[in-house]
């Protein structure tokens, strides 16, 4: 803030007065005038800083959220592979004749190969503690907000499908064929223990369906964060990227 002195001079006549009232008036609006152009200036830098910060967020996990959609497809043909196979075995084919599919890598929670990043919020998440967020355009705010709840639904929805694979896990390693670490011995459970086996793997099939369409609805948000930063049409999207289960492939996805 400019300080404005008054004249040194004493004032002796009216007209005295008046210049010396109209010289701190005016210092006064060059004062204020040049403090809100420099704040205006500050906040416009802030804005712009913002609006870096925020779209490369978006950059990086439109990458991050293209490897996990691919990860995912990649369970869930595994899994669609292994019910087939299971339910062969329920119908009444031979035990002998069960072949456990090739080892999937890179499953949810997988600590021999954690590829899977999840979304990050850290430029949104400091933008809401320092209060810079109230800078950004009305739109802006509101889809940005929309962006990052549908990301933390999809995360939270991975969690939760990274708890569900340690029961498929866990019953694998019960079951596993000594002489072949990684193969399920089928022939050693109970009619009552296939039938479990079989409601892990169907319940982590909806779970991962479940997790993908979260993941396509962030995939959605974030790529038009990158574009118009409108909220895209869902139904047309899903009608654009339709969910066909591929053939597993054993490669990992890098």
Do not use: C
């Not at 022939?187 to 409601?199: F, N, P, T, V, W």
């Amino acid at each position: 803030m400019l300080d404005v002195h008054p004249p040194h001079a004493p004032t002796h006549t009216w007209r005295d007065f008046l210049i010396h009232i109209a010289t701190i008036v005016v210092g006064l609006i060059i004062a204020v005038g040049l403090e809100q152009t420099v704040e205006a200036v500050h906040r416009h830098s802030e804005l712009h800083q913002l609006e870096v910060d925020l779209h490369e967020e978006s950059q990086a996990n439109l990458g991050r959220a293209s490897r996990n959609l691919a990860h995912i497809d990649q369970d869930l043909a595994w899994l669609f592979l292994l019910r087939s196979r299971v339910d062969a075995v329920r119908d009444g084919a031979n035990n002998q004749s069960f072949n456990y599919p090739p080892q999937l890598r890179g499953f949810p929670g997988d600590p021999a190969f954690p590829d899977r990043v999840l979304p990050h919020d850290s430029a949104w998440s400091a933008a809401k503690q320092n209060a810079t967020i109230s800078l950004l355009p009305p739109a802006d705010l509101q889809f940005y907000g929309i962006l990052y709840r549908v990301t933390d639904k999809y995360s939270e929805s991975f969690d939760s499908l990274t708890l569900q694979w340690k029961d498929l896990t866990s019953i694998n390693l019960e079951f596993q064929r000594s002489t072949s670490p990684g193969q399920v011995d089928i022939g050693r459970m109970s009619h009552e223990q296939l039938d479990k086996y079989a409601a892990i793997i169907a319940g982590l099939i909806a779970s991962s369906l479940d997790t993908k369409r979260h993941l396509q609805i962030s995939l959605a948000y974030t790529s038009s964060a990158l574009a118009a930063r409108i909220n895209p049409d869902m139904g047309q999207y899903f009608h654009d990227n339709p969910d066909p289960v591929p053939a597993f492939d054993p490669t990992p996805i890098h």
